[in-house]
């Protein structure tokens, strides 16, 4: 029982259950629609030898980063601001929650025609799909901060700009944490979009690409791969803030984000 329980922890006994489904279901289906776990990974020892799957994940990790931290990075301020000053957030509401609701792959035809073709077209999308959820995070932290706490640095001679950096913007780390963490998931889907239309190269052009040969291994190897990709830069992120932001309550978040 303590083997099954460290197991359970580790995730392996999901995965192997995840892989028995998986067979059973392959099993029973056309292989040239639902291929089994060996011949993806055959097909992964395929695009491998080639060069091609090392390639298409980097170039998509790339992308995905660059957009998420622009995104990030200016999320983080714009969700300060407007949490902290009322009349900017009367005034920016109104855009937020209507540009919020449009997903970031219907502008796809636009950034193509505005930007081109090539790489700054798909990091702007992938921004666009990081911004707002950052921003709203960011801001709903900040409204949510203590009246009492802010009143006491006030009380106390503090100014608000040391309020600000002393008292709100440790109180909302948790909350852009969460947002630049869920932004990261926006981002795989931003990206996938953008491959499928506007790439030569790429998980999501892989995919898409894919179907033309007939190749429904290779596709499964790129769903794995985006699933993979997520999970690597999630751990990643979580060890960084833990380690970095651990004394603002990062390191009490379970595995769904709690």
Same mark, same amino acid.
């Given at each position: 029982m303590r083997y099954v329980r460290k197991g359970l922890k580790a995730g392996l006994i999901s995965w192997l259950l995840?892989?028995?489904?998986?067979?059973?279901?392959?099993?029973?289906?056309?292989?040239?629609?639902?291929?089994?776990?060996i011949q993806t990974l055959q097909g992964a020892v395929e695009l491998f030898t080639d060069n091609s799957l090392?390639?298409?994940?980097?170039?998509?990790?790339?992308?995905?980063?660059?957009?998420?931290?622009? %995104?990030s990075l200016l999320g983080i301020p714009a969700g300060l601001l407007?949490?902290?000053?009322?009349?900017? &957030?009367?005034?920016?509401?109104?855009?937020l929650n209507f540009f919020r609701f449009i997903p970031a792959l219907a502008f796809i035809t636009l950034f193509i025609l505005w930007f081109g073709i090539g790489e700054q077209s798909k990091v702007i999308l992938i921004m666009y799909a990081t911004l707002f959820i950052v921003v709203l995070n960011t801001a709903a932290g900040v409204v949510n901060v203590e009246d009492d706490k802010i009143r006491s640095a006030r009380s106390l001679g503090?100014?608000?700009?040391?309020i600000l950096i002393h008292?709100?913007?440790p109180a909302v780390v948790p909350a852009f944490f969460n947002g630049v963490r869920l932004a990261m998931?926006?981002?795989?889907?931003?990206?996938? %979009?953008?491959?499928?239309?506007?790439a030569n190269e790429g998980v999501g052009y892989l995919i898409w690409t894919? &179907?033309?040969y007939s190749k429904t291994d290779w596709i499964f190897v790129g769903l794995l791969l985006l699933g993979l990709m997520g999970f690597a830069g999630d751990q990643l992120l979580r060890w960084m803030g833990k380690t970095t932001l651990g004394r603002y309550g990062i390191a009490k978040e379970t595995r769904f984000g709690k």
């Open positions: 995840f892989l028995i489904v998986w067979q059973l279901v392959a099993m029973n289906s056309n292989p040239d629609y639902f291929p089994t776990p090392v390639s298409y994940v980097l170039i998509s990790f790339k992308r995905v980063v660059l957009g998420w931290l622009l %995104g407007i949490g902290r000053f009322r009349w900017l &957030r009367e005034l920016v509401e109104p855009y503090a100014s608000e700009r040391q008292v709100i913007i998931g926006n981002s795989f889907m931003a990206i996938v %979009g953008a491959e499928m239309i506007a894919s &179907r033309l």
